[in-house]
Every structure is written in C-alpha cells, then in structure tokens.
C-alpha cells in the first residue's frame, strides 16, 4: 500500500467519521428515506457537471445498467439503513456496527470472487473485530448503565438495519471489482449517486416530513450529500481500484475512531482510556489487513 492510498484512507475515515454524527442530527427531521435521498440527488447534482468536464461521460452511459445494481446496494439502501436506525442509536455506536463491513467484504470476496484469505489478513480481521467490540462493549457500559441505549424491539430493529447496511456494503465493493473493473471512480460515484437518486425519489417524496426541515438541518444534510458522499466516493473507489475491496473496506475499522473524536470536538462526549485502547487495537488489526505490518524481509541475494 503506497503513501497516497494510506492518506486516502485517513481522510476517507475522517469524512465517514462525520456522516454518524450528521445523520444523527438531521434524520429526526427529514426521516431516513427523505434524508438518504437529499443525500444522494444532492452528491449526484454535484458530481455530474464535474464527470462531463472530465470526458467521462461515456464511462457511465457504457455500464449505466451495472450503475443502477451498484448505486442500490452501495449507497441508496444502505444509507437508508442507516438513516433509520441514526433515530435510535449514538452516532458512535452506529459506526461501530458499521465496522462490521471489512468482515462481510471479505468473506463475500472468499466466497464469491476466491478471493483468498490468508492467515495475516484473518487475524487483522479478527484483530479489528475485537477492537470494535471492546468499544461497543465500553459505550454499552459506560457510567455501570447501558449509556442510555436500551435493547427493546426498535434498538433491535436498528442494530439489524446496521449489519444489514454492512451486509451491502460488502457486496457493493465485490460487485464493483468483479464487474466495473477498470471503470474510473469519478463515473462510479457518479453513477451509483445518480442510480440511487432516481430509486429513492418516489419513497422520499411519499414520505417527506411535514414539518420542514430547518436551514441547520438543510446544512447537516448539504455536508452528507456533498462530503460525505460525493467527495467520499471518489475516494473510496480509487481505493478499490488500487488495494482491492477487502482493503478498501478497512476503512470502517477506523471510521468508529474518527466518529468518537468528532463527538468530542462537536458534542463534547467524553474519550475515555477505554477507548483509546480500543483505537489501537483497531489500528492493529487494519495494519495487518493491509500488509503494513510486519514488514516482511527481503530474501538474501544467493
């Protein structure tokens, strides 16, 4: 993994980190359908003028049917996910479920693509699990309570919604590698925006709140769709084109870190050692996936 991709990762979690925090805030007011809408008409809105300047126009009209698959599972219903179940969870505890994408990816590239699974890139994995647990299990616990967070019928709804979410994501970045190979990642974040846009638009219309949305609202949903999707997504697919799906999908393991700094700096939640231990297990546990560590020795000149 090269400089520029490890920066590009960084940068992807950082962003990622934000959009719990966002949804948070704006889906008690546009409701989950409404603001995963607003969320991919306003990235595709934003990406389509700079895919024309670019001369990659033909690249979306060349595999618009594959668009339409991808742009459901990678951004449409997963953010739909999410959006319902950011009206009952912490915004960190929703990443931290989130984390759970490297794991679907890569057993869906093990399954599907035969992808193998070596034994450093397992234990990352399983590394990176534990990391994201152990924070799941501190915020569960924090102050000898459950932090507020029941597990009744809607929490148990939401957390389903979550892994189901991760369930997509994973199959989203084995289907862009097994079929949208070679295609550039402006055209994929522009495609998979824009698919999803047009199958959202008539649930969100059904269901937009009645209430308007504050400007404040407005704003939060602006930085979703213009950050944390449009600007996200180029990333993430150069990612995938560069260091693969599995690797790419590590990013998640560092989002749930990122999330909790975001609630510090913004709400003021509390980082506790608890989960500062945790971020470092989970950094493991990423190094490992990605090759960058141990470093393996060159062999001797014979």
């Known amino acids: 993994m090269k400089s520029r991709d490890l920066i590009d990762l960084l940068l992807l979690a950082a962003i990622w980190g934000s959009s719990f925090l966002f949804m948070r805030l704006a889906a008690p007011a546009f409701g989950p359908v409404a603001l995963a809408f607003v969320r991919v008409a306003g990235a595709a809105l934003m990406l389509l003028p700079l895919l024309v300047w670019r001369g990659e126009w033909p690249a979306l009209r060349a595999h618009w049917r594959l668009m339409l698959v991808l742009g459901l599972t990678n951004s449409g219903l997963p953010f739909l996910c999410f959006g319902y179940a950011a009206l009952t969870l912490p915004a960190g505890l929703a990443s931290i479920f989130n984390a759970a994408t490297p794991m679907t990816t890569a057993l869906i590239a093990w399954a599907w693509l035969g992808d193998p699974l070596s034994r450093p890139r397992a234990l990352g994995l399983a ?14 616990l924090a102050g000898g309570t459950l932090g507020g967070w029941q597990l009744d019928g809607g929490a148990a709804l939401a957390v389903g919604a979550c892994l189901l979410g991760t369930l997509m994501y994973g199959h989203a970045g084995n289907f862009s590698r097994r079929h949208l190979s070679g295609v550039p990642a402006m055209a994929l974040a522009t495609g998979t925006q824009a ?8 649930p969100a219309a059904l269901t937009w709140p009645a209430t308007p949305p504050s400007p404040a609202h407005w704003a939060m949903a602006a930085a979703l769709a213009l950050l944390c999707s449009a600007l996200a997504y180029i990333l993430y697919f150069r990612l995938i084109a560069r260091v693969g799906p599995t690797s790419a999908a590590t990013v ?8 909790s700094a975001w609630g510090a700096l913004v709400l003021g939640e509390a980082l506790t050692l608890p989960m500062l231990l945790g971020g470092l297990v989970i950094l493991a546990g990423t190094a490992l996936v990605l090759g960058l560590w141990p470093r393996r020795r060159p062999a001797a000149a014979a």
């Open 127 to 140: 590394i990176g699990f534990a990391g994201v647990a152990g924070l799941a299990l501190q915020k569960s």
């Open 195 to 202: 698919a999803a846009a047009l199958a959202l638009a008539v």
């Open 252 to 259: 998640t393991f560092l989002v749930p870190v990122f999330a």
